[in-house]
């Protein structure tokens, strides 16, 4: 409304300058004042005045509107007041500090002086420091409507001294205990209040909210409630110390005493129908039976007899039979209202119906309170929290073609035994009765959790305590899930089952909550876990692994077939031809007179006595360069001759053949003479070939046409020759 009323003068000022009769002559000028303290204690009020003077204009001058922006710093100061001291009415606006006003009437109410004060403002200190004030866009007019030159105060610095003011607020905002409300309705300036809660309230959580952010509380949260009175006192400090305090007075009511004792036993003693017998044999935990009666026979009478003397009995189904199969139903209720039904199927002889007689259940869930079933147990009793007035029953038969009904699953009274029967109805029309004894009771459960969290996963939706059913997806690689949690009551236990050995696709954790008083709550993550990523269907492992084999099995064959194709590529040597070595030398052996070496040829001065008497020089010897055995076992030159025999052998070199051939015979001789083993040379498996080896195989094939064994120490000759090759390049590197 202030800063309308602003607008609203500003307006009127602009149109009245507009609207007034134009100067004649230049408009006037004025001098903008503003008056204030040097400095102020903290906690105290500031007055600043704003004045004009030294106005001056036509007919001595007048001021007739006036309008801007008073500046002050709100960290140093709080608003108090605004007072106009203008003949004219100026107003102010404390949300943005603007303030405005013009002269109505002209002259009388226009400055017509000198000067003039126009406005006071009080300001109050809140924090220690220095600041200044003053206005911003200030302006004036005269009575012709014409815009005075004014010269703008000089802002004025204020310094505020002294200890800083704390906020004395203590109050409350609101006031609440979680799930009860309190009495009378909560109000700042109240401060008392009750409440009555249950006995099973064993604590409550008050909340508190302050009014004054720089205030403190205490005695909020969770308080332990005794049977009887509690005082709970929530205390407001303000800043400044000064407290107040709020107090509820709850009263725990106490526990109702417990009913007197009552049996449990809905059992029969005894069952007979008619007299006909029972199948299977009455037993007094088997519930249902079977009869079978002539097709006349429209009902029978039942004779039941409880084992407790104050349960009772009811029949039903035991008259007015059709054609069909009947159903006798007894009914068993125990002291305590525990129920027991025990079932007699009817049926006729000759009945060959091919319609199932299954009327068991093959699974019975119960969400709020779990039960271990069993199809052949047709009683179960369960107790529930109080809040619990109706079951959440899933029922599955155990043949496809049976029905369910569920009776009385409502309104279940507290304190009492509240019957909840699953009917099951066989195709053949045979029922089986599954009885639920519910006692509802007067605690409420204190099963829930306030935080529920899957380790580096987010559950959908967003944990809520209410909400008992959460969605996750993870990959592959994820096969146990770390749950976090925290309970409500710090009495409450958690199970966790199914958060390990995760099974590709839907797996189901439980988190399963107990309170003091044995009640349960199920929280359900249903987890998907992704299938393993395959190539071609195949795990990556196995594929690499059977592609690295592939590679592999390509490789041996390509490297096989090069090495085939090399090895035709190479020429086939020439199968040898015999070589015509005949050689029949006719000379008496020479023996060697005085040599060293026992070599015939080591010596050229060497006098060598013929078999005759006769001596010959050495130039007399065999006409051959080839050397001797003996030789041709010893170091390179051996080695060299050897290369030259073989040489010979590969260019069909006869003569030299020949010479090596005639040398190794005239050396046999000599042995002989000399009394040794023309043979020691004669060795295919040494380790590198002889001369005498060699001429022993060419003489081998001359005779039999055979060249298995010259070939072969050629092959081994070329053999020893690499490998001398590289021993040579060895050593010299």
């Not at 040097?38 to 007055?47: C, D, E, R």
Request: hydrophobic share 35%; with cysteine; charged share 20%.
């Amino acid at each position: 409304m202030i800063k309308k009323t602003i607008i609203t003068t500003a307006a009127a000022c602009l149109l009245a300058i507009t609207m007034l009769p134009q100067a004649v002559s230049a408009a006037g000028s004025a001098t903008e004042n503003i008056s204030a303290p040097t400095s102020v204690v903290n906690g105290s009020n500031a007055t600043i005045t704003v004045s004009v003077s030294n106005i001056s204009g036509p007919g001595g001058g007048a001021v007739s509107n006036y309008q801007g922006t008073f500046v002050y710093n709100s960290t140093y100061f709080d608003f108090v007041s605004f007072t106009s001291s203008a003949p004219f009415n100026i107003s102010f606006n404390s949300s943005n500090s603007l303030f405005g006003g013009f002269s109505s009437q002209g002259a009388t109410t226009s400055i017509t002086g000198t000067s003039s004060n126009l406005f006071t403002i009080v300001l109050k200190a809140k924090q220690v420091g220095t600041t200044t004030v003053s206005t911003n866009n200030s302006a004036m007019g005269d009575l012709y409507a014409d815009k005075l030159t004014l010269t703008a105060a000089t802002p004025r610095s204020i310094t505020i001294t002294g200890a800083p003011v704390l906020s004395s607020n203590n109050y409350l905002s609101a006031l609440s205990v979680s799930g009860y409300s309190i009495t009378p309705t909560f109000n700042k300036n109240t401060n008392s209040y009750t409440l009555t809660v249950p006995n099973s309230a064993s604590s409550v959580t008050v909340n508190a909210t302050r009014e004054d952010s720089s205030a403190s509380i205490t005695g909020t949260g969770n308080r332990n409630l005794s049977v009887g009175s509690n005082t709970v006192n929530v205390v407001v400090t303000a800043e400044d110390g000064s407290p107040r305090t709020y107090t509820i007075a709850i009263t725990r009511e106490a526990a109702p005493p417990p009913p007197p004792s009552k049996s449990n036993d809905a059992t029969l003693k005894s069952l007979d129908v008619g007299g006909y017998t029972l199948s299977p044999t009455f037993n007094k935990d088997t519930t249902n039976y079977t009869i079978t009666v002539d097709p006349s026979i429209k009902g029978l009478d039942v004779s039941a007899i409880t084992n407790d003397p104050n349960a009772t009995v009811s029949v039903t189904g035991n008259t007015n039979w059709d054609g069909g199969t009947n159903n006798i139903t007894i009914k068993v209720t125990a002291e305590d209202g525990t129920v027991k039904n025990y079932i007699v199927t009817v049926k006729r002889p000759g009945d060959t119906s091919s319609k199932s007689s299954n009327n068991f259940l093959k699974e019975l869930n119960i969400k709020e309170a779990p039960i271990k079933f069993n199809k052949n147990t047709n009683s179960y009793s369960i107790t529930v929290p109080y809040e619990v007035d109706k079951l959440t029953i899933d029922a599955v038969t155990d043949h496809k073609g049976a029905k369910v009904e569920i009776i009385g699953n409502k309104d279940f009274k507290v304190g009492e035994v509240n019957v909840v029967e699953v009917r099951v109805t066989a195709e053949d029309g045979s029922v089986r009765i599954y009885s639920i004894n519910v006692t509802r009771s007067a605690s409420l459960s204190q099963n829930k959790l306030t935080n529920l969290e899957v380790e580096g996963h987010n559950i959908s939706p967003d944990f809520d305590p209410e909400i008992e059913e959460y969605y996750l997806k993870v990959p592959y690689s994820v096969t146990d899930l770390e749950i976090l949690y925290k309970t409500k009551n710090k009495d409450a236990k958690v199970e966790i089952i199914g958060n390990t050995d995760l099974k590709v696709g839907n797996n189901v954790i439980m988190v399963k909550v107990t309170d003091a008083n044995g009640f349960t709550r199920a929280y359900l993550i249903n987890v998907e876990r992704e299938a393993p990523h395959t190539i071609l269907g195949m795990a990556p492992w196995l594929f690499y692994g059977l592609l690295g084999l592939l590679l592999l099995l390509l490789f041996l064959i390509f490297f096989l077939l090069a090495k085939r194709r090399k090895k035709r590529e190479q020429p086939t040597p020439p199968t040898p031809q015999p070589i015509n070595i005949n050689v029949n030398p006719s000379f008496t052996p020479d023996v060697n007179i005085g040599s060293k070496n026992n070599s015939n040829f080591a010596d050229e001065n060497a006098r060598v006595i013929r078999g005759d008497g006769n001596e010959t020089d050495s130039n007399r010897r065999l006409e051959s360069s080839a050397p001797t055995s003996h030789q041709l076992e010893q170091g390179d030159d051996s080695s060299q001759n050897l290369d030259t025999l073989m040489t010979a052998i590969s260019d069909r070199d006869v003569d030299t053949v020949k010479m090596f051939v005639k040398r190794v015979k005239a050396e046999d001789m000599q042995d002989e003479l000399r009394n040794l083993d023309p043979d020691r040379y004669d060795d295919l498996f040494d380790d590198e070939v002889t001369v005498h080896e060699v001429v022993r195989a060419i003489e081998e094939w001359n005779e039999t046409g055979d060249s298995k064994k010259l070939l072969m120490l050629m092959n081994q000759h070329d053999a020893d020759k690499l490998e001398r090759k590289i021993k040579r390049r060895s050593r010299s590197s």
